[in-house]
């Protein structure tokens, strides 16, 4: 199935931040990229990095669409043409 298709498919997008210490999302097509400091995921409404410290995947589940992050989360920023300006670390670190 084409990556578009899969977005389209793959349902609603939501996120809930409790604190700055706890992020749940739905609608993950796929972790593009982590470490401790950037999460970059694709979703159903398109590419979004999650900035902070400490960050850890506690729980992931694509065929559910799910991830649960713990750490402290400063900043979350949508970007549909991250994939196309020279990938994600290009992006924010370029």
Do not use: K, P
């Not at 589940?61 to 970007?79: F, I, P």
């Amino acid at each position: 199935m084409a990556n578009e298709e899969r977005m389209r498919t793959a349902g609603t997008h939501t996120l809930a931040l409790d604190g700055q210490g706890r992020l749940s999302l739905t609608g993950v097509v796929d972790v593009t990229s982590f470490d401790e400091t950037l999460v970059a995921l694709e979703t159903t409404r398109g590419m979004l990095a999650v900035r902070g410290e400490g960050l850890h995947v506690e729980r992931l589940s694509l065929e559910n669409g799910e991830l649960t992050l713990t750490g402290e989360v400063r900043a979350m920023e949508y970007d549909e043409n991250l994939m196309t300006r020279g990938g994600i670390f290009a992006r924010f670190f370029g």
